[in-house]
């Protein structure tokens, strides 16, 4: 019998990602870049990729080369932009595979363009600017000049892109959003007036893409929102998307175990008689060890909670008063089953951090199973990866 099911996995709601960025484009006319970096956000980067030229997307987003590279080797023909800064040693692939790369120093955009002069060549880039998320960019008292130093000096760049990221565009109390919006507002407008008309000029995120309208300029990149996720939950009011992933794992062992014995690393000693069961799926599989005695997961449709500290590659979890469960049951780790549910949401909530962090930890050997149309359409497991490549 074929089962894709194995021992933890994920499945990938194709329908779900176009439902998504269908309510995005109704809220804009801008160009759509999606971010697809850390493996599209957990839910594997190569699929989303293939869906999103089907969805006439303009433009992807990645983290550095090795992203994009891995996304050409699969066939995707869509624009790349690497939203990173990048290095000197990048600069053979990034021609190589004609990928995007983003502008931040004078000497790396020195070297890129003697690179590409010296093959006759003209390469698109993209600039940030520093307008106060303090991370990386063009310090912003210096970026129009420089910006227009790159425009004159470099023939063999063509700057296609200029943008710069929000710090707290989810908050509606804090005013610094504004600040950067400001900031933004005034750059763009010089650099237009100088002549850097035919730009995609971009800024907002997720979160800004509903709260400031008069912001998407010509391009967007909406990112946790395509995958089903808000950045707050107060940003619900403005557009209904579906988590397109659900995750799950199997019991592997169900013991009765009695008042005083002993549950994993650390030793938790249980105050009572319980029944208890193995779930296939532990921290090296992305499901936190902070959730140790603390998360749920949901087993026919019920509410388990986690005994004693999660594994590497297994856990506990209380199933007492569940008689009909056996070895090979499904356990469902993010999603819902009968009238309860486990969501990427309230896993950061009890482990103090953001759902981003939840489902980009999710592992590599976790299997991720993709449908269109409820029906199975495609498999990724370490099984069928590449292992290694000879030097």
């Not at 890129?112 to 600017?129: C, L, Q, S």
């Not at 804090?174 to 850097?196: D, R």
């Not at 592997?252 to 779930?279: E, F, H, P, Q, W």
Request: aromatic letters at 10%.
């Amino acid at each position: 019998m074929l089962t894709f099911e194995k021992r933890t996995w994920a499945n990938i709601d194709l329908d779900a990602f176009r439902y998504n960025i269908s309510n995005i484009k109704s809220l804009t006319q801008a160009k759509l870049l999606i971010p697809i970096k850390a493996d599209a956000y957990g839910h594997g980067s190569c699929e989303i990729a293939r869906i999103s030229e089907e969805l006439d997307i303009d433009c992807l987003g990645v983290a550095g080369i090795e992203e994009a590279i891995e996304l050409r080797e699969y066939g995707i023909s869509l624009p790349i932009v690497i939203l990173s800064p990048v290095f000197d040693f990048d600069i053979e692939d990034i021609i190589r595979y004609d990928i995007i790369p983003t502008l931040t120093d004078r000497k790396f955009t020195d070297v890129f363009n003697n690179y590409a002069k010296e093959r006759k060549h003209v390469r698109d880039v993209f600039i940030e600017i520093d307008t106060g998320m303090g991370r990386t960019g063009l310090e912003y008292k210096k970026a129009f000049d420089e910006i227009l130093y790159i425009k004159k000096k470099y023939k063999n760049i063509s700057i296609k892109g200029i943008f710069s990221h929000f710090s707290t565009a989810e908050d509606e109390i804090s005013q610094f959003a504004y600040n950067q919006i400001e900031l933004f507002t005034k750059i763009k407008k010089k650099l237009k007036n100088a002549g850097l008309d035919d730009v995609m000029y971009n800024f907002v995120n997720s979160a800004a893409l509903l709260r400031f309208p008069d912001m998407h300029l010509n391009m967007v990149r909406p990112g946790l929102l395509a995958y089903g996720l808000y950045t707050d939950i107060s940003l619900k009011k403005y557009i209904d998307v579906k988590p397109i992933m659900s995750l799950y794992t199997r019991i592997s062992r169900i013991v009765d175990m009695k008042k005083g014995d002993t549950v994993s690393y650390g030793m938790k000693i249980l105050d009572r008689n319980l029944k208890v069961a193995t779930i296939n799926i532990g921290y090296a599989d992305g499901f936190p060890r902070c959730l140790s005695d603390k998360g749920y997961v949901l087993v026919h449709g019920k509410l388990c909670r986690v005994l004693g500290n999660v594994c590497m590659d297994l856990t506990m979890v209380d199933v007492s008063g569940i008689d009909d469960i056996k070895i090979g049951d499904t356990v469902v780790v993010i999603g819902s089953s009968g009238n309860n549910i486990v969501s990427a949401d309230a896993i950061a909530k009890v482990c103090k951090t953001i759902n981003y962090e939840v489902i980009t930890r999710i592992g590599e050997r976790v299997t991720r199973i993709y449908y269109d149309n409820n029906k199975p359409i495609s498999i990724r497991s370490i099984a069928n990866r590449i292992i290694h490549t000879k030097l």
